[in-house]
Each structure stands twice: as C-alpha cells, then as structure tokens.
C-alpha cells in the first residue's frame, strides 16, 4: 500500500518536472522566433545624378539628353536628376561651383564636363563613352539600374512648407513712393533621416538642393541652391536624425508660374562625407 502510494507520488513529481522543462523550452523558443522576425525594414534606393555642365560644352547636349529621358523613364521614386552649371555660364551658382570642386579637388586637372556623378563618388562618367547617343543611354541605363539593386541603409522624409514673409517695396513714381507690402513664399523643408539597417553609421550629413525647370535644352532641374550640410551623429539602428532647412530662393505661386520664370524642384539626400557616396535621396513633393 504504502509502496503503490510511493509510486503514485514519484510520477507525480516526474509529470510536475517534465511539463516544467516542457514549458521552459518553449518559452526560449518563442523568444528566439521573436528575435528572428525583428529584421531591418527594407526601402526601395532612389538615385540622385549630378550632371555637372558648361553652356558651350559640345558634348553636354548628347549627355543631357540621354539622362533627361532616363529621368522621365523612371520617374522621381526611383531617380533624380540635376543639372548643375560651372564656371560663369550664366547659370551657375557659387555653391554648384564649389560642389564640383569638393568632389574632384580645387587644383584637379581630371576637371571637364559633361560629368556625370551617380550616387555621389559611387558611379563617376567624364566625356562621353561614344559618338552614338543610344550606346552612352544604355551605359547610364546600366549604371542605373545597378545602384537601385543596392540596399538602402537609411530611410529619409520631408515635407515642404511655404512660410510668408512680408517685406516692404516701393511703389512707381506715378504712386509718389508709397511704400507698400508684398508677401514672399519662402519655403521651409523638415524632414527626418532614420537607420534601418543593423549597423551603426558614422560620417553621414543630411543636404539638400533647389532646382528650376525650364522646357529649355540643358535647363531641365538646374540647381538653384544648395543648401549647407547638417551633419549627423553617428546614427545607430533604429534611430533617426531631424533637420530642417529654409531656402533662400522665394517660392512661385503656381498661378503665376509660366515657362519663362520656371517651376521649383526640391531634392534631399543623405550623404557620406568622407566617401562621398550618397546613400539615399528624396524628391520633396
């Protein structure tokens, strides 16, 4: 009797330790699957290319169409363009001028136009590849496609504000220069930088450009504005970075915008300032 009640106690205690073992390991169990569905998010890469060029340039035109059509191809989610203009052409800016230095150095004699930069220093195309327009098309078009198979590291978001800012102005000789006010739409862009990869990134700044179209050859989003780089701490996993900037170039009401004086564009990327290399970029709607 006592012997069968001996029994009856140890299987009890083994029921009792068993389920506790059985319950231990599968509270392990879900705390791994959880860690394993915890990947990075994933962002489709948008491709910034710089054209930088000269008015005169011979070869400029070729390249300025071949990169004009791929930027209609793909539209502004997968790859934007901008032309920046050197060196006293009319349309050039102290800022497109000092970008070009900063990318192939003051004193370099690799210096000349067309050149193309993809993505920064990632991708770098001086001249033309050949005579023939369709071959330097498909020789863009690769690169391209290329850079958007990569992984994006970052995620970036902006939104535009025009801010009114009231100044005052005079009116002609015939209203005796009374002083009137007339309201200028500035625009403010705020946006965020986020890491959604699992690797810390270091040496990044966040930047940006203004842009202005004209249905004009060699005018299609030239630079306007550049604005100064915001530079980032070192951006852990997960984390995100805040910016804002204000243009100095004063925003057309779309009513009143014509071919003539141009329609704006605005473009943010995120940028390594040691490599160069820009790791994503923003058309702002």
């Given at each position: 009797?006592?012997?069968?009640?001996?029994?009856?106690?140890?299987?009890?205690?083994?029921?009792?330790?068993?389920?506790?073992?059985?319950s231990i390991n599968n509270i392990f169990s879900l705390g791994v699957f959880a860690q394993n569905t915890n990947s990075p998010k994933t962002v489709p890469r948008t491709v910034l290319v710089e054209l930088f060029i000269q008015g005169g340039c011979p070869n400029c035109p070729t390249t300025e169409f071949c990169l004009e059509d791929l930027a209609w191809e793909y539209g502004t989610s997968k790859f934007i363009l901008v032309e920046e203009h050197l060196w006293g052409d009319g349309y050039d800016t102290p800022e497109t001028n000092a970008r070009y230095d900063w990318y192939v150095?003051?004193?370099?004699?690799?210096?000349?136009?067309?050149?193309?930069?993809?993505?920064?220093?990632?991708?770098?195309?001086?001249?033309?590849?050949?005579?023939?327009?369709?071959?330097?098309?498909?020789?863009?078009?690769?690169?391209?496609?290329?850079?958007?198979?990569?992984?994006?590291?970052?995620?970036?978001?902006?939104?535009?504000?025009?801010?009114?800012?009231?100044?005052?102005?005079?009116?002609?000789?015939?209203?005796?220069?009374?002083?009137?006010?007339?309201?200028?739409?500035?625009?403010?862009?705020?946006?965020?930088?986020?890491?959604?990869?699992?690797?810390?990134?270091?040496?990044?700044?966040?930047?940006?450009?203004?842009?202005?179209?004209?249905?004009?050859?060699?005018?299609?989003?030239?630079?306007?504005?550049?604005?100064?780089?915001?530079?980032?701490?070192?951006?852990?996993?997960?984390?995100?970075?805040?910016?804002?900037?204000?243009?100095?170039?004063?925003?057309?009401?779309?009513?009143?915008?014509?071919?003539?004086?141009?329609?704006?564009?605005?473009?943010?990327?995120?940028?390594?300032?040691?490599?160069?290399?820009?790791?994503?970029?923003?058309?702002?709607?």
């Amino acid at each position: 009797m006592i012997m069968n009640i001996n029994k009856k106690i140890s299987i009890s205690i083994f029921l009792i330790i068993f389920f506790l073992i059985l319950s231990i390991n599968n509270i392990f169990s879900l705390g791994v699957f959880a860690q394993n569905t915890n990947s990075p998010k994933t962002v489709p890469r948008t491709v910034l290319v710089e054209l930088f060029i000269q008015g005169g340039c011979p070869n400029c035109p070729t390249t300025e169409f071949c990169l004009e059509d791929l930027a209609w191809e793909y539209g502004t989610s997968k790859f934007i363009l901008v032309e920046e203009h050197l060196w006293g052409d009319g349309y050039d800016t102290p800022e497109t001028n000092a970008r070009y230095d900063w990318y192939v150095g003051v004193d370099s004699d690799k210096k000349g136009t067309p050149d193309v930069f993809i993505d920064g220093l990632t991708r770098r195309f001086q001249g033309l590849f050949c005579d023939c327009a369709e071959e330097n098309f498909e020789c863009y078009k690769d690169a391209i496609d290329k850079e958007l198979t990569r992984t994006s590291l970052l995620e970036l978001s902006a939104v535009k504000t025009p801010h009114p800012q009231r100044v005052e102005e005079a009116k002609g000789e015939d209203k005796k220069g009374e002083l009137v006010e007339q309201k200028i739409l500035n625009i403010i862009i705020e946006g965020t930088v986020k890491n959604i990869s699992n690797i810390p990134l270091e040496d990044l700044a966040v930047c940006g450009m203004v842009a202005k179209e004209r249905v004009v050859v060699g005018l299609y989003n030239y630079i306007q504005d550049i604005f100064p780089f915001q530079k980032i701490p070192t951006l852990l996993p997960g984390t995100t970075f805040c910016f804002k900037f204000i243009s100095e170039i004063s925003l057309i009401p779309e009513s009143e915008i014509d071919d003539e004086k141009g329609i704006l564009h605005l473009v943010i990327f995120a940028q390594n300032t040691e490599t160069k290399e820009i790791l994503q970029a923003l058309y702002v709607e």
